[in-house]
């Protein structure tokens, strides 16, 4: 999508702020800077829902060409104000010198930024500084960086992470990660990472999911192990299919859905390994089209595996699957695991990154065991039903609310 500016201006209530705010007028509702790089389709009821509790501008510095994102995603945008700003990318770095024009004349309350975007963190960092507002800070990193970048800047970032009035993180994972960088434990929430529960649990006609099947050459009966997401190499993909050639039940099926730089690697290993005629690789899967690869699958695996760029994050296909109630297999390098959702041997299974042999024990568990797979079915609807929007988005609201109001409302006066 092209960078452009769009505003859509709504409606909205105004909760009455507790005494000690900063704002002038304690009856408004605080007017919030969100600083991220886009909108993707799986966010978009998020910054609806909380653009409902406050005045926010969402001021959107990229047009969605990051490396770790599916260029077909495209970018997308909700019934929230919103920008997205025209920039230019140097050496990898996006620069977008309207963002702080933006910032640093808007008539805002607090500044929110994400960990993403080494141009845009930092000036939404010294526009708060500058201008004495409240400055909340959004990650999900959880383990230390090896790349060049971080090397050349883990001080400032690390100045960042403790200078921030609040910290929101993706899961208690986080939270324990940024408290060994020195980060004061009351300021961290947890907003816990979430999806659309309401679209991604809503059933599938079975005529779709047989079409589906019939379209990947599946036969009636077999059950089918999924992966659904980038084919790259944090995705450790090459030992789910050396896990599943030692698998040798005939009526199950690997579907390596999704595409990148590793398709035609993962292709020939099949091949080597024998197991062509039980793999398939679909390509691409539009989000729309998303929710009937887990209505149809027995089980999802998420194999990822640490790198220079650190763990995955946290892997949202894990909370999509669970909403269809599949059961989840996932290393301990995927942020879901390591950030409570997916809990071994009762939504799903944890295995070692890099290990075949446990990737395979836990696929052969789930096959083996019809009772075990159901309940663990039974047991990934009941977890995902408590872990949703309105619990990340209370998550960000607690975030701001203790920011605005633990500074010194003579400092922030504007």
């Not at 009455?16 to 605080?30: F, M, T, W």
């Not at 010294?126 to 507002?133: I, K, N």
């Not at 990934?380 to 949703?388: D, E, H, L, P, V």
Request: aromatic share 8%; glycine share 8%; charged share 20%.
């Amino acid at each position: 999508m092209a960078a452009s500016a769009q505003r859509i201006e709504i409606t909205q209530s105004a909760p009455a702020l507790p005494e000690g705010s900063h704002c002038a007028n304690a009856s408004r509702v605080p007017r919030i800077a969100f600083v991220t790089n886009f909108c993707p389709h799986y966010r978009v009821k998020t910054f609806e829902l909380l653009a409902a509790q406050y005045d926010v501008d969402y001021l959107f510095y990229s047009d969605g060409g990051e490396w770790y994102w599916q260029e077909n995603h495209g970018t997308r945008a909700g019934e929230f104000q919103h920008e997205y700003l025209h920039g230019i990318t140097l050496r990898g770095t996006r620069i977008t010198p309207a963002l702080v024009s933006r910032l640093m004349r808007g008539n805002y309350d607090a500044i929110v930024a994400g960990i993403d975007g080494r141009f845009a963190l930092v000036a939404a960092f010294l526009a708060a500084r500058m201008r004495r507002l409240p400055f909340v800070l959004w990650t999900g990193i959880w383990s230390a960086m090896d790349t060049p970048f971080h090397r050349l800047f883990s001080s400032l970032l690390r100045g960042i992470y403790r200078h921030a009035d609040a910290v929101v993180v993706y899961g208690e994972h986080v939270k324990r990660h940024i408290l060994t960088l020195g980060v004061a434990e009351e300021k961290v929430f947890v907003a816990p990472h979430a999806v659309d529960n309401d679209e991604y649990s809503r059933q599938i006609p079975q005529t779709e999911i047989e079409l589906l099947r019939a379209k990947l050459r599946i036969a009636p009966g077999d059950r089918v192990i999924l992966y659904l997401g980038r084919l790259e190499p944090i995705k450790g993909l090459g030992y789910l299919l050396d896990a599943f050639r030692r698998i040798r039940t005939s009526n199950a099926v690997l579907v390596i859905a999704g595409d990148g730089s590793e398709r035609a690697n993962l292709q020939s290993m099949a091949a080597e390994f024998g197991i062509e005629d039980r793999v398939r690789f679909p390509g691409y899967v539009p989000p729309e089209s998303a929710l009937a690869y887990h209505a149809m699958a027995y089980a999802l695996v998420l194999p990822s595996v640490t790198t220079k760029q650190g763990k995955e994050l946290w892997g949202l296909v894990v909370n999509e699957a669970m909403n269809q109630g599949v059961p989840v297999i996932a290393s301990n390098a995927v942020g879901a695991a390591a950030g409570g959702l997916v809990l071994d041997r009762v939504n799903g299974l944890v295995v070692a990154e890099c290990d075949s042999i446990a990737i395979a024990g836990a696929i052969r568990m789930i096959l083996d065991s019809p009772a075990l797979h159901d309940e663990m079915s039974r047991q990934a609807r009941r977890t995902i039903a408590q872990w949703g929007n309105a619990q990340m988005v209370d998550g960000f609201r607690q975030a701001i609310d203790f920011a605005v109001h633990r500074v010194d409302p003579v400092m922030t006066s504007s």
